[in-house]
């Protein structure tokens, strides 16, 4: 291997005659022409991607030694202050040092297993060893020329620090104290050389078989929180958790870098990554940014170099038995124009304002898997066409899909800047939306993890609340409902089944009902009750946030809000606070009290309809009617009143007004609006026919009344249900006993 | 030689469908038994959500929606549901046993009357009774505890497997094997029974051991005469299934339509199941063919012993 290492740095050294802007501006993302959103009423204008600076830039070499499942990489990070007072310290991310033994934090909150049930193997541990560290301030703006020799070495006053639990077995995050300071707007260059163990996989990172999933693999710098224009640290929006020390006042620098934790693992800064992956030339290479150069080496190796500006992680994978696949997404053709004309006119804008980028797209995927193949690559592009609609174009010139072997499905369903992992087993019928919803979920993470570069850790619901909504509005724009398909030791029980489709916002609510109140949407990853009330919350009562601000809003409010909101923040890291603004500027009506309520505070939506009766008022007969009140006649000439009587309840903590449509038995309709505030409001009415129901209007019921069973009652009873459910009993019983029958 | 597995099971058919009285019988006693249950659920139901104005939407057709509302809501959880089925479970076993007693009785007889079905099978109960205490553990310890070894180990595999078909295949085979064992112990199981029933001065142990050897010394004959009943009683259970779910309940022809397919599912589940246990009891099962002397010389032997 030292002899590959070698041959690395003259690979390295080739390259280095090419000069390498000229492979960087080729490599830059294209940009939607700015200020489309100008048109939209409101003072609507975008900054984030012109105001753009790069704070960080990564020079790295790779070498994968398959036997040992080991990484062995050496490289230059080049950090800029970009904050407003001098930094003397530097604070990384080691994240594979969670897989080192059972005492991280990552293990104590995952109990070493993962949601899709595979074990850490003790025996197959990971871990990151930095083995050189060593910094020297960069002279101006010039690109000095770095010398190892006289760098200053980090390692001897290196802690590890645990500011999330205080853990002191914990060495995910690791502090490195400089001996000069970094003055705002000055650069550093730390040049390093590391050791990455991969763990046997069960927890995203790690191997199986012939199968590499290298990610979190390099000691990656953490966020320094930059002060704002009025001087002050610039926070993320949760709750006041200590990310990096206490929230001092005035102009401390700060660090933001958490532990990996169970439930999150992804905030840094946007850089320009350049990785030269060396592997055996029998793998196949998948990895962020696009691929700039290949060579050979006589020993049997290769060097594949990679290169992607404005991305936050660089990740890689290396199968051998994978099938790789090339295909595109092209505007000209995967972009249907009345969709595209349809979304312009919702956002306000012409459909010349929607233009798209071509993309290349590269699937990796099991040769078992071949045929979901198309499958997969119908889902990208169908994702590359609704998010860039939507929210602005994919700027990035590829994506890489991977499919794993089942084996690696832990490393399956995962995001990574221009990277993604899909998954799939056999057998998978169609119409059960797999590998296609997690392909578009994945996908969707490029906007919102990717592109936006929200806090995972401090705010995870900005990552797949909105991931989930907005994969879900594709879904359904491209393939209806999938069929909810119960299974029995992984063997799907369709056809028999293949009647139960659930839309994707029955899905949101029924997620939603395993933790309607635990916790709040919006909180930090780490700190949720358990990882039911995480998944409930972060992903699926968040994706109802949106989807009720959708219907408060209006959906053209609403679009133009979130293209807004993601075209302002691309590349850049908002908070809850900045999306909440995007929303309010574009609306122009305060969301305080709904952000308050919904978002910030364990808050659930709950109306009920009760006691609902109606009686017939006892009458009189007319005046000029006589004695005899035997007839017809007389009976239809009679006025006959019904007194209708309701409670309506509120039983969740939010309260909004509400209306409740009440029907008549002769068709008629009465609409009763109540502000909703107090615990419950009895409605009386008085009309010329018997009520038959009280529920609550559609339009204004709210998408986070997640119980519905409550939110109407009938006069009459509906003794269908009870024996449709009684008879269905029945059935499943007499067969339990038929089968018991079998064996006593 | 007694008869060939195919003309035991065809007898069985062919004495099923002539005397129809004894599956007819095990299929009432059966409903009369869960009913209590499903009026039970459907009042619950009714009371819960009767007068909601999702109510006509659920007679429909099964709203998993709105069941997985119910349960999270109404505090129907997993356990309520454990508790009440292993209750049911319980007086299942019993009646199941009596039933089971009642047809290995009648079987083969022409035209059997309904007091002559119910007096037998009450007549073998407490003999089958007793024999539950030797064949439920004998199951688990044969059956089910290497059934959940196999199975998890075949699992763990499956789960490293590098592919699909690997793990599939890994899959299916432990399924099958643990299959074949609960096959093989059943049916020497069902072969003590009709020796319990059939031959009531034998002794239990004796019982024992000559149901183990007639269905473990020719384990191919003993599946080929076990499997075929079995395998068409899922197979049907599945179908209906399949059928069942489609039929909504939205008024009330359409539940009385419902209503029938079911019974008509029992029925048919419950005449396999006599034809079944019929076909065993012409097999032979236990005046066998042979082994018996072996046997008795074992019996004599353990009797010197002890
Ligand atoms: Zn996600």
Redesign the interface.
């Known amino acids: 291997m030292i002899a590959a290492l070698v041959l690395l740095t003259v690979a390295q050294a080739e390259m280095g005659e090419t000069p390498s802007s000229r492979a960087t501006v080729e490599l830059r993302p294209t940009f939607e022409p700015p200020l489309s959103l100008a048109e939209l009423r409101g003072p609507l204008t975008l900054s984030g991607a012109a105001n753009y600076e790069e704070t960080l830039s990564y020079d790295l070499e790779a070498l994968l030694e398959p036997d040992s499942a080991t990484v062995r990489g050496r490289g230059v990070v080049r950090w800029t202050n970009r904050g407003r007072v001098p930094v003397r310290e530097l604070w990384w991310h080691l994240y594979l040092n969670a897989f080192r033994n059972e005492r991280s934090t990552f293990m104590i909150e995952s109990k070493g297993m993962t949601r899709r ?2 074990r850490f193997d003790p025996r197959a541990p990971g871990s990151v060893e930095v083995t050189a560290l060593s910094a020297r301030l960069v002279d101006g703006a010039s690109a000095a020329k770095l010398d190892l020799t006289n760098g200053f070495d980090l390692l001897p006053a290196r802690t590890f620090e645990a500011p999330d639990d205080g853990n002191d077995e914990d060495r995910t995050v690791m502090k490195t104290p400089l001996p000069f300071s970094v003055a705002p707007g000055q650069a550093v260059d730390v040049s390093m050389s590391f050791v990455s163990k991969l763990p046997k996989l069960f927890a995203r990172a790690g191997y ?4 590499y999933m290298v990610a979190q693999w390099f000691p990656k710098l953490g966020v320094l929180d930059v002060a704002d224009a009025s001087g002050s640290p610039r926070m993320t929006d949760g709750p006041a958790v200590s990310a990096a020390g206490p929230l001092t006042e005035g102009l401390e620098p700060r660090w933001n870098c958490h532990q990996y934790h169970a439930n999150s693992e992804f905030f840094s800064d946007y850089g320009h990554y350049r990785v030269a992956i060396t592997v055996p030339d029998d793998y196949q290479v998948g990895a962020t940014g696009a691929r700039i150069a290949v060579r050979e080496h006589s020993d049997g190796m290769v060097t594949y170099v990679h290169e992607q500006a404005r991305v936050h992680d660089f990740a890689w994978v290396a199968d051998r ?1 994978c099938l790789a696949i090339d295909d595109d997404f092209d505007p000209t053709r995967d972009v249907d124009a009345t969709k595209r004309a349809h979304v312009a006119q919702v956002l306000g804008l012409s459909p010349e304002d929607l233009g798209l980028s071509p993309v290349k797209i590269k699937l990796l995927i ?4 071949r045929a979901y193949a198309d499958r997969y690559l119908d889902a990208a592009r169908a994702a590359i066409q609704w998010f860039g609609l939507w929210y602005g174009a994919y700027p990035y010139p590829t994506l890489t899909i991977v499919d794993g ?3 690696a499905r832990a490393a399956m369903g995962m995001e990574y800047p221009t990277l993604i992992t899909g998954g799939v ?2 057998p998978a019928l169609p119409g059960v939306g797999q590998p296609e919803s997690v392909t578009v979920h994945e996908f969707g993470h490029q906007y919102w993890y990717g592109l936006v570069g929200s806090n995972e850790f401090e705010e995870p619901w900005l990552d797949e609340g909105f991931t989930t909504f907005s994969t879900a509005k594709v879904l359904a724009e491209t393939y209806g409902a999938f069929a ?1 398909v119960p299974k029995i ?2 063997v799907p029980l369709e056809p ?2 293949g ?2 489709r ?1 839309s994707e916002e ?1 899905k949101f ?2 997620m939603a ?2 933790a309607p109140d635990t916790d709040a949407v919006l909180r930090p990853a780490w700190l949720y009750r358990d990882a039911r009330s995480y998944t409930a919350n972060v992903y699926f009562r968040a994706a109802l946030v949106l989807s009720e601000l959708e219907r408060v809003l209006g959906d053209d409010v609403f679009a133009r809000a979130m293209r807004l909101y993601h075209l302002r923040w691309r590349y850049r890291h908002p908070s809850t606070h900045d999306f909440q603004h995007a929303l309010e500027e574009v609306s122009g009506q305060s969301l305080d009290a709904f952000f308050a309520n919904a978002v910030r505070s364990p808050g659930f939506v709950d109306y009920a309809i009760d006691d ?1 009766t109606t009686r017939r008022r006892a009458t009189r007969p007319p005046a000029a009617s006589s004695f005899s009140s035997s007839s017809s006649s007389s009976s239809s000439s009679r006025v006959s009143l019904f007194d209708t009587s309701f409670v309506i309840e509120r039983r969740g903590n939010i309260a909004q007004a509400v209306s409740v449509d009440v029907a008549f038995e002769d068709g008629s309709r009465q609409s009763v609006t109540w502000d909703g505030r107090y615990r419950w409001h009895r409605v009386t009415l008085t009309s010329s026919s018997a009520a038959t ?1 009280a ?1 609550m209007a559609e339009a204004s019921l709210s998408k986070l009344d ?9 006069t009459e ?15 499943v ?12 | 030689m007694g008869p060939s597995a195919a003309e035991s099971l065809a007898a069985g058919l062919g004495w099923t469908l002539s005397s129809p009285g004894p599956a007819i019988w095990v299929v009432v006693v059966q409903a009369i038994l869960v009913l209590p249950w499903a009026f039970g659920a459907g009042w619950l139901a009714d009371d819960l959500f009767g007068r909601s104005v999702e109510a006509a939407r659920f007679a429909r057709s099964i709203d998993v929606v709105l069941v997985a509302e119910l349960f999270k809501t109404q505090a129907l959880g997993f356990h309520t549901w454990l508790v009440t089925l292993a209750g049911a479970g319980l007086v299942f076993v019993a009646t199941s046993t009596f039933l089971t007693g009642g047809l290995i009785a009648t079987a083969g007889a022409p035209r059997p009357s309904a007091r002559f079905f119910f007096a037998e099978g009450g007549r073998a109960l407490p003999r089958l009774l007793r024999l539950l205490g030797l064949s439920i553990p004998f199951f688990g310890l044969v059956v089910m505890l290497p059934g959940v070894v196999i199975l998890r180990a075949a699992d763990s595999w499956a789960e490293d497997a590098l592919s699909d078909g690997v793990g599939m295949a890994l899959r299916v085979s432990s399924v099958l094997l643990v299959a074949t064992i609960a096959a093989l112990t059943l049916a020497a199981i069902d072969a003590m029974k009709i020796q319990r029933v059939r031959k009531p001065d034998v002794r239990l142990w004796r019982v024992f051991r000559h149901g183990l050897a007639f269905a473990w010394t020719s384990p191919i004959r003993t599946l080929v005469l076990y499997l075929p009943y079995p395998c068409l009683l899922l197979g049907l259970v599945v179908a209906w299934a399949w059928v069942d779910v489609r039929i909504g309940r939205s008024g009330w022809a359409l539940w009385a339509l419902g209503l029938a397919w079911q019974q008509l599912g029992a029925v048919v589940r419950g005449l396999l199941r006599s034809a079944w246990v019929a076909s065993l009891v012409f097999h032979g099962w236990p005046e066998g063919h042979g082994h018996e002397a072996t046997l008795d010389t074992e019996a004599a032997n353990m009797k010197s012993e002890t």
């Open positions: 049930g595979v199986v078989g012939d199968f038995r099991q040769p078992e898997h072997p089942s084996a087993t056999w909810w030791g992984g028999w089944f009647g139960l659930l029955d609510r029924v009902l395993w609902l129901s529920r997640v119980r519905r069973v409550n939110d109407g009652q009938t009873r509906e003794w269908r249900a009870g024996a449709a459910v009684g008879t269905h009993v029945l059935a019983l007499q067969v339990f006993a038929s089968l018991i029958g079998v064996l006593f």
